[in-house]
């Protein structure tokens, strides 16, 4: 039997809200750290940032913030077009990793609620988990203040006790302090960005379907 570690996050806009999660079994979750590491290895090898500062994707994709601390002028910092080429290794780092390792499962709701997304996300996972006969622990980012936004805990508590596969509320996990975190960060940004088309964003229009839909377990998308 199965059990797994699920991390998610979200994005959107005012027209859908999106919330992706990345379910690595268990016993792959070392496997799984180790590639992400491998590429963090790279880019402080090779741009000197370091491999604990967080790939945040908006803001990374945006030019903003200091990746390389006390140097203004390094072009991870002040380069859009490096910080692009650099967001498309970290998804040619997560491609190689085998189906059975890493799963994808995406979740899109009308409006700007992320709190529908979430609890379709949570509700599409319970589903998913019930026809593996599996078990899974939903880990989720800080948020504000480092708490988990309010609308977690009412979507795990509203599954069936006696029925649901998906154990606890969500475990808080600030996406500074997790890498995995930052890994669905990057992925549900691809998801929206194949979904949506931002005219801003052209270039990671087909980001999701070159590295990430072979992991993709299911994607849930309203009617």
């Not at 803001?59 to 080429?85: C, F, I, M, Y």
């Not at 890493?102 to 026809?131: F, H, M, N, Q, W």
């Not at 606890?168 to 997790?178: F, H, I, T, V, Y």
Request: glycine share 4%; hydrophobic share 40%; with cysteine.
């Amino acid at each position: 039997m199965t059990s797994y570690l699920i991390y998610t996050d979200d994005s959107g806009d005012s027209i859908s809200s999106f919330y992706t999660a990345l379910l690595v079994p268990i016993d792959n979750w070392s496997k799984v750290l180790r590639q992400w590491l491998k590429f963090r290895k790279w880019l402080y090898t090779k741009h000197e940032v370091p491999a604990d500062y967080e790939l945040h994707t908006y803001q990374w994709l945006k030019g903003q913030g200091e990746p390389v601390p006390g140097d203004p002028s390094h072009l991870a910092n002040t380069s859009q077009g490096l910080r692009r080429e650099i967001a498309e290794k970290a998804l040619k780092q997560i491609s190689v990793l085998e189906r059975n390792q890493v799963r994808l499962l995406t979740c899109e709701t009308p409006g700007a609620i992320k709190a529908d997304a979430y609890t379709a996300l949570i509700s599409a996972l319970d589903a998913e988990l019930e026809k593996e006969q599996a078990w899974g622990v939903v880990v989720v980012d800080g948020g504000k203040d480092n708490l988990p936004d309010p609308h977690v805990r009412a979507a795990h508590r509203a599954l069936k006790l006696d029925t649901r596969r998906i154990i606890e509320d969500g475990w808080l996990q600030p996406a500074q302090a997790s890498q995995l975190v930052q890994m669905a960060d990057l992925a549900v940004h691809c998801a929206y960005q194949a979904a949506r088309q931002k005219p801003s964003r052209r270039f990671m229009w087909e980001w999701y379907l070159q590295y990430l839909h072979p992991m993709e377990l299911t994607c849930r998308c309203p009617e």
